[in-house]
Nanobody, 114 residues
């Protein structure tokens, strides 16, 4: 059973930064794609960024230029560096990994507020 565990969320001020981590229970290059999603209260879950196995990250328009997705094969971990945070980035952030089926982390809260 694949496990994905997010960490690094919390409270940040507008303009601040947070770094999310997603630790996988197995080698991340065993997945065809990995990504970050978020869900704000009263809204549908939306894609933030994702990275195909042998390609570069792809970002939503909302976070392009502010967020950076990276990964470490040695740590079996995917990261999301979030800079210049805005109140509208407040959401529960989920890590996702995909092979023939999708796997999800439990989610982690990110709150951007002064």
């Amino acid at each position: 059973q694949v496990r994905l565990v997010e960490s690094g969320g919390g409270l940040a001020q507008p303009g601040g930064s947070l770094r999310l981590s997603c630790a996988a229970s197995e080698a991340i290059y065993g997945f065809d794609d990995m990504g970050w999603y978020r869900q704000a209260p009263g809204k549908q879950r939306e894609l933030v960024a994702h990275i195909p196995k042998w390609s570069n990250p792809i970002y939503s328009d909302d976070v392009q230029g502010r967020f950076t997705l990276s990964r470490s094969a040695t740590q079996n971990t995917m990261f999301l560096q979030m800079n210049n945070l805005k109140p509208e980035d407040t959401a529960v952030y989920y890590c996702e990994a995909k092979r023939t089926i999708e796997y999800w982390g439990q989610g982690i809260q990110v709150t951007v507020s002064s």
